[in-house]
């Protein structure tokens, strides 16, 4: 049974850092994708970032690049996503995803997901 358990979200100012955890059960996340994606109200939910391999193989959206790191903890099967200089534009409902294929920032190709950590930037 695989279970995705998100947390590490809140509100802070813009220029802040957050740090979310997505904790694994069911799989390792060695050897499985995992991917962060979030939704903002009224918005199409989408990739922000994907690590394959323990971090051989990582994937960004542009919006992202140079502000977010995706890390794992193979001991702690736990997936990170590391936000800094967040932006309001940044705020939404993350996701932690794994499995499935396709595109590595596409959603719908995505198997397990959790039920999501809020981010609020202001």
């Known amino acids: 049974h695989v279970q995705l358990v998100e947390s590490g979200g809140g509100s802070v100012q813009t220029g802040g850092s957050l740090r979310l955890s997505c904790v694994v059960s069911?799989?390792?996340?060695?050897?499985?994708?995992t991917g962060w994606f979030r939704q903002a109200p009224g918005k199409e939910r989408e990739g922000v970032a994907r690590i394959l391999n323990s971090g051989d193989i990582t994937t960004y959206a542009d919006s992202v690049k140079g502000r977010f790191t995706i890390s794992v903890d193979n001991a702690k099967n736990t997936v990170y996503l590391q936000m800094n200089s967040l932006k309001p534009e940044d705020t939404g409902m993350y996701y932690c995803?794994?499995?499935?294929?396709?595109?590595?920032?596409?959603?719908?190709?995505?198997?397990?997901w959790g039920q999501g950590t809020q981010v609020t930037v202001s």
């Open positions: 069911g799989y390792s996340v060695h050897s499985v994708r």
């Open positions: 995803a794994a499995a499935g294929s396709g595109p590595p920032l596409h959603a719908a190709g995505y198997q397990y």
